[in-house]
């Protein structure tokens, strides 16, 4: 007689909403917005903590993570951070940001507030594109990659290489946490999840300023299916954005 199989039973963290997703099949912001809730509900914080997303994809992150949140101009959501942590520092405060908004009209923010140390956690989810306004060059987009601002691909000789924001970070004396990470296959998932809850415990622990990366797929904007889009994560992104820590204090 065949031993009976325990059923599994998936249980949705209390701080995901249960709601049906916008993001389009395939889409990385939603593992990311799950990890992100297991996250707060293993450390307990909920409802101590408050998310500050700015404008692309990321801003529609309240609809799916049942915290206090507030909505940022397009890359400033650094600076909204750095006040809300500095007049409430009991809070655990994160912000959540895609490419082209941090790395691009938000770079100044992002660096100050890195090199000033703030205590507070930086999620950067990088898709290579613009995805919420149409799939426009973002400053991540790979070498010869086409998007509707480079439809001959980009150029180094144009655009310019993409910018590596961890490593550009990793130049500054203050923050204590950073580390990319991908969400692409489920062993990736899960090393994402344990760097995402570094992070977190590094602010409940007033150690300062944690970013970690997320490389993460677009299919829509990349133009192909979403099995296409993992394999693109880790044969094109990978070797451009090297994964790990670089930074652990």
């Given amino acids: 007689m065949a031993p009976e199989t325990e059923e599994i039973v998936y249980k949705r963290p209390d701080s995901l909403v249960d709601v049906v997703s916008h993001y389009c099949p395939g889409c990385g912001h939603g593992i990311i917005h799950k990890l992100i809730a297991e996250v707060i509900d293993e450390l307990g914080v909920r409802e101590q903590t408050i998310a500050v997303a700015p404008v692309g994809c990321s801003v529609l992150l309240y609809f799916y ?27 655990i405060v994160f912000t959540y940001q895609g490419d082209g908004d941090l790395a691009a009209i938000g770079t100044n923010n992002i660096l100050h507030a890195a090199n000033r140390g703030e205590n507070f956690t930086t999620i950067f989810v990088n898709n290579a594109i613009y995805g919420m306004t149409g799939g426009q060059m ?13 439809p ?98």
């Fill in 65 to 91: 993570i049942d915290v206090d949140s507030i909505e940022a101009a397009h890359g400033r959501a650094p600076a909204v951070a750095t006040g809300i942590k500095r007049a409430r520092p009991e809070m």
């Fill in 152 to 249: 001959r691909g980009r150029s180094i000789e144009n655009e310019g290489p993409p910018i590596r924001v961890c490593e550009l970070i990793d130049t500054l004396d203050m923050p204590v946490f950073i580390e990319r990470v991908s969400v692409h296959n489920a062993k990736h998932v899960r090393k994402a999840k344990k760097a995402l809850l570094k992070a977190f415990k590094n602010q409940v622990e007033g150690k300062g300023f944690s970013l970690v990366e997320c490389l993460a797929m677009c299919p829509t904007n990349w133009r192909v299916d979403p099995q296409a889009a993992c394999k693109f994560v880790e044969e094109e992104m990978i070797p451009v954005f090297p994964l790990g820590n670089l930074r652990d204090r």
């Fill in 138 to 150: 973002a400053p991540t987009t790979l070498v010869g990659m086409r998007s509707e601002t480079t």
